[in-house]
């Protein structure tokens, strides 16, 4: 078995040049787009719990950041634009909820 630098290696990969280097691609983007993802949810966890304990002006600096991280991932292919408006329309709405109840 060839030596591919790559931690995760399966029997069953290919042994052309080309298709370990795609083999190593794919190890490489999914790990990152693996922690694209965990940042995302920690971020919606964290402004979800900032609006809920009325902490209003956290959760409103929270929000832009988290709303930059949304479509950073939107526009690189992450998360589909769809499920980022989703995600942004409700951050909003549940501000804006808390915040007209306050």
């Given at each position: 078995?060839?030596?591919?630098?790559?931690?995760?290696?399966?029997?069953?990969?290919?042994?052309?040049?080309?298709?370990?280097?795609?083999?190593?691609?794919?190890?490489?983007?999914?790990?990152?787009?693996?922690?694209?993802?965990?940042?995302?949810?920690?971020?919606?966890?964290?402004?979800?719990?900032?609006?809920?304990?009325?902490?209003?002006?956290?959760?409103?600096?929270?929000?832009?950041?988290?709303?930059?991280?949304?479509?950073?991932?939107?526009?690189?292919?992450?998360?589909?634009?769809?499920?980022?408006?989703?995600?942004?329309?409700?951050?909003?709405?549940?501000l804006a909820a808390r915040s007209k109840a306050a």
């Amino acid at each position: 078995m060839l030596d591919l630098g790559v931690s995760e290696v399966v029997n069953h990969v290919a042994q052309h040049a080309s298709a370990l280097k795609a083999h190593r691609q794919s190890v490489k983007n999914r790990e990152h787009n693996r922690q694209f993802r965990s940042r995302l949810r920690g971020a919606l966890r964290s402004i979800r719990t900032a609006i809920d304990s009325n902490d209003l002006a956290g959760a409103r600096n929270a929000l832009k950041q988290t709303i930059s991280l949304i479509d950073r991932m939107a526009s690189k292919g992450i998360i589909h634009r769809n499920a980022a408006g989703r995600y942004k329309s409700r951050l909003q709405t549940r501000l804006a909820a808390r915040s007209k109840a306050a």
